[in-house]
């Protein structure tokens, strides 16, 4: 696959069309077994490769493999920024200070020291690689955190951390390749253009494109209205614009697809929700999609470097974060068990092959060795963390299963935690008291005429983290339910098949709500309504 030949294309989209096929039939297996979905699609990548049918050989110098990398790096960049919550930031500054500063940082440090020592590179060499595999993996991590068991002060802090250690990291991997690319001739005048790309072209550009888009949006949506679902893709033209309008000044586009998400992170909530809901997924299938180019034959690389060095390494790698977080975190206000979780859960990925591929890609001496090694350690990590995340899933389901669950009382207004005796319409029929006339929604009058009836309602708040941390705004007495598994925690949670769930978010169309609710009624909640 050296060109973009009318074959290779032909076999480019049928694997895009495979990997979407098999991560949408099996996503739900995957969930529930707590099986890591980057090691399916390593396997897959494996079974295409050069030691399975043959189909697919992927070098370093293959085009596909650039273009595909590079999205990428745009995409996890832009999601790790617009994933933010700039509330949630300012009030964890100091645990957002801690894992990126002491944390993050001091672990890159570290694990750049024992590569210099163990594996004799050179200080640059060793920073690139250091910088590298303390970056975690978005794709992994994500897994976690849509645990809904997570506690609340781990998840803040690992979502912290995810989201703010690329952009930390990615300088130090373009000052390293700087120092390594032009050697004895390097003088003050490259490193103020680095700093003048780094610092001021590439942030630049994305914040002006991500203020452009957002006050565009914004214009249109009230003008004219804009459906939710191209919001999303509006999102994913952002950032490739960003990238675009960057290099054209020969700014960093990276650092400007950061940037943009940023902007519109802190500006425009609903734009982000709509990114999250539709374009994360978009996002998710092209990272899966660059699993599967790495396992067909490169990640593969890293067991053929395979010694007493280098697996020293790879094990050293693993056990600094836990000293370094553990270290950092002592003297903040969560146990010991928190700690233990955000100390271990630090998995390597997606992102630390990205960020090594940029001196491979730009010719940078020594870039295939860095390869080689980052590959040893991620697949480590993906054997040691995604056990732990599959063990940590089983030990859930099991201690879910040795208790039940407490009946959920049903909340009528002004008297939220009592429970109501009073006779309910049979499914998908209404009181004459209580007209709905919506299959699938109800506006706020019928909502008050069904509390005026005596019927058990249970108002659902479905609103994103994002968007229900940023308001303020919180209904007595609603229960709080996942966008992204409501029938789980409606089944967790014991919901009574026979209430009213009168699911609202904080979107105009409620778009959000009515898919919640469109999918509690197909999972036994016949009753379920998006609140209008």
């Not at 006339?437 to 109800?442: G, L, Q, R």
Request: charged fraction near 10%.
């Amino acid at each position: 696959m050296e060109g973009f030949s009318p074959e290779v294309f032909t076999a480019t989209l049928a694997l895009i069309g495979c990997v979407i096929v098999i991560a949408a039939l099996f996503s739900g297996l995957i969930e529930r077994s707590g099986m890591p979905q980057v090691a399916v699609f390593l396997a897959m990548g494996a079974m295409l490769g050069p030691m399975g049918l043959g189909l697919l050989d992927i070098r370093l110098d293959s085009p596909i493999l650039r273009t595909v990398a590079t999205l990428s790096l745009v995409l996890v960049l832009f999601t790790d920024a617009v994933s933010l919550s700039m509330a949630e930031v300012r009030r964890h500054g100091l645990l957002a200070f801690l894992v990126l500063g002491p944390g993050t940082l001091l672990s890159a440090v570290l694990i750049a020291l024992a590569a210099w020592w163990l594996l004799d590179l050179t200080p640059a060499g060793a920073a690139i690689l250091g910088a590298a595999l303390a970056s975690t993996d978005p794709v992994l991590l994500r897994g976690l955190l849509r645990g809904h068991d997570l506690p609340q002060a781990v998840r803040q802090a690992l979502r912290l951390e995810s989201g703010l250690n690329d952009v930390v990291l990615l300088p130090v991997v373009l000052a390293a390749m700087l120092i390594l690319s032009q050697g004895s001739s390097l003088n003050i005048s490259h490193w103020t253009q680095l700093g003048i790309d780094l610092f001021l072209l590439g942030p630049s550009a994305g914040v002006a494109v991500g203020l452009l888009s957002v006050a565009s949006l914004d214009l249109v949506r009230r003008r004219i209205g804009v459906r939710r679902d191209y919001e999303s893709l509006y999102s994913l033209g952002v950032v490739f614009a960003a990238y675009a309008a960057a290099e054209a000044v020969h700014g960093s586009g990276f650092l400007a697809a950061f940037t943009a998400g940023l902007t519109i992170a802190a500006l425009d909530v609903e734009l982000c929700d709509c990114f999250l809901e539709y374009g994360e997924t978009t996002a998710e299938m092209a990272l899966l999609f660059t699993f599967v180019l790495f396992g067909s034959s490169l990640i593969w690389q890293g067991l053929t470097i395979i010694n007493g060095h280098t697996l020293l390494f790879a094990v050293i790698v693993l056990l600094i974060r836990p000293v370094v977080f553990l270290a950092s975190l002592a003297g903040t206000s969560l146990d010991y068990h928190g700690r233990l979780l955000i100390a271990w859960f630090g998995p390597r990925g997606l992102s630390s092959l990205l960020l090594v591929l940029l001196p491979v890609f730009a010719g940078v001496p020594g870039g295939a060795q860095l390869f080689s090694l980052c590959c040893l350690v991620v697949l480590l990590s993906i054997v040691l963390h995604g056990g732990s995340l599959m063990l940590l899933n089983h030990r859930a389901i099991a201690a879910k299963a040795g208790h039940a669950e407490p009946p959920y009382s049903t909340l009528t207004a002004g008297s939220p935690a009592e429970t109501q005796t009073n006779s309910l319409p049979s499914p998908g029929q209404t009181s004459s008291a209580a007209p709905i006339n919506s299959p699938d929604k109800m506006t706020v009058a019928e909502l008050r005429q069904l509390q005026q009836a005596g019927a058990p309602i249970i108002p659902l708040d479905v609103r994103t983290d994002r968007s229900y941390a940023s308001s303020g705004l919180v209904l007595q007495g609603a229960q709080r339910l996942s966008p992204d598994n409501p029938v789980k925690e409606a089944t967790q949670l014991n919901l009574p098949r026979d209430a009213w769930l009168a699911a609202f978010c904080a979107c105009p169309n409620e778009e959000t709500s009515g898919r919640v609710a469109q999918e509690l009624r197909h999972a036994g909640w016949p009753q379920a309504r998006a609140l209008v």
